[in-house]
């Protein structure tokens, strides 16, 4: 089968995943919702209009902070908890949609085009996903399992039917990751300072560059060159700019004058994406952990077992096969290209398991390909473990949906 057949199958294959998703969303929008909060957006929305229950589908939990920053910027504090890429996106979007004399678009048009287009996005994730697979393990067939396990992600689906931030994210990350397999750099940096832009741990694709520039001609015992070392933090530079920006930009709004007279201006570095995910959302190091949140942690306990498992055991092959016999020479499914991904999993998966909202690993973990190369290791080295964890997304898809679509977490 050519490559390009395999990419229309799994084009295909993943809008009917969406459809299915969709359909389920709206059908389960019917309910009635446990907040009435889209109201504010649609109030002559009609519960009886199959039209307005699919829009009204499309406002729930972030969307109201997207969608308010885009047009008003960021009027509260604790909004700075979201970064920019959305407003920017947004605000793109309704330039292109006012040229030409038309009208300014209406938050209703607006949430219908984002909506369409994240789904857009998530189809064609599913595409590069599958060239990234490729490229990393040689093998077809693999990568047809990890881009079909993608279609049953770890994440609410639901999130990739709205103008949230991941369907961005995600597509930004495996532009960029892509482009790291093929050594252009560059090009990575680009995508990789667009996905910043949209969450905060964007910052860590950064470590990608120190990793192909620097740690593994190091671990091949070849001589890096000074050239070698000043692209990597050029580009890990330009990969964290949002972050920067971000920061500085509140700094400068907070911090002037007599800003001094807020906590958080008086810390070095001031950073107010700490302030705030401590201040209103209890964020820091094992403050989640207590007894209320042990539910949370068994939802996404499926995703932190086997990003855990899968990256730990490559790591640890990395070193041995360095030891034994030379990196190139690794086994089973643990390749060269896979290396770093494995890095930046057990890195993002230890932080959020001791410094986060553990249950964003749910959304998280989709903007990963290690993810579901652990899957798809997993189908085929241990089958009955592989069919568990289909059954899981397939479950956790659908739950996750219905609990969307009644405005209920998680989210």
């Known amino acids: 089968m050519t490559a390009s057949h395999e990419l229309r199958l799994i084009t295909l294959y993943a809008i009917c995943a969406r459809l ?61 908890a979201f970064f920019p890429g959305p407003s920017w996106a947004r605000r793109l979007v309704r330039s292109v949609w006012s040229t030409g004399g038309r009208r300014t678009i209406s938050s209703l048009s607006e949430a ?29 067939s693999v990568a047809r399992i990890s881009a079909l396990l993608s279609l049953l992600p770890s994440s609410p689906a639901v999130i990739f039917h709205v103008g949230y931030t991941e369907p961005l994210f ?32 964007g910052v860590l694709l950064a470590g990608f560059f120190l990793w192909g520039l620097i740690a593994d001609p190091f671990l091949r015992k070849q001589k890096i060159p000074l050239l070698n070392c000043l692209k990597s933090i050029l580009y890990a530079a330009i ?9 500085f930009t509140a700094w400068v709004t907070f911090c002037q004058d007599d800003g001094l007279s807020v906590e958080w201006c008086k810390r070095f570095p001031p950073l107010i994406y700490s302030h705030v995910q401590a201040t209103y959302w209890n964020v820091g190091f094992l403050r989640y952990w207590t007894p209320s949140q042990i539910p949370n942690f068994l939802i996404c306990s499926p995703p932190l077992l086997l990003l855990f498992w ?39 998966t230890s932080w959020i398991l001791v410094a986060a909202h553990t249950q964003i690993i749910l959304r998280l973990a989709s903007s ?9 290791r997993l189908i085929l080295e241990q089958p009955k473990l592989g069919a568990w964890w289909v059954g899981w997304s397939v479950t956790w898809g659908c739950i996750s949906s ?5 405005f209920l977490p998680p989210a």
């Open 20 to 80: 299915f998703f969709i359909t389920l969303i709206v059908s389960a929008s019917l309910l009635p919702p446990f907040d009435s909060s889209h109201k504010t957006i649609l109030p002559a929305a009609d519960p009886r209009s199959l039209f307005d229950v699919f829009v009204g589908s499309l406002l729930r939990w972030d969307e109201f902070y997207f969608a308010d920053a885009s047009r008003n910027g960021y009027q509260y504090e604790h909004e700075w």
């Open 112 to 140: 219908l085009f984002t909506g369409a287009l994240t789904n857009c996005l998530t189809v064609w994730s599913a595409r590069i996903l599958y060239l990234i697979s490729v490229e990393c393990t040689g093998s077809a």
């Open 170 to 201: 995600n597509l930004c990350s495996y532009m960029g990751m892509l482009n790291c397999m093929n050594a252009k750099w560059a090009q990575a940096s680009f995508y990789f300072m667009l996905a910043n832009s949209f969450r905060s741990n």
């Open 239 to 247: 990969t964290i700019a949002p972050f920067v920006y971000h920061q």
């Open 310 to 348: 899968s990256s730990t055991d490559v790591i640890s092959r990395l070193f041995r096969s360095h030891t034994q016999s030379g990196l190139a020479k690794q086994a089973s499914m643990v390749l060269p290209h896979m290396v770093p991904h494995a890095i930046h999993a057990f890195v993002l």
């Open 368 to 376: 990963m390909p290690f993810l579901y190369w652990s899957a798809a």
């Open 402 to 406: 219905i609990l969307w679509a009644v």
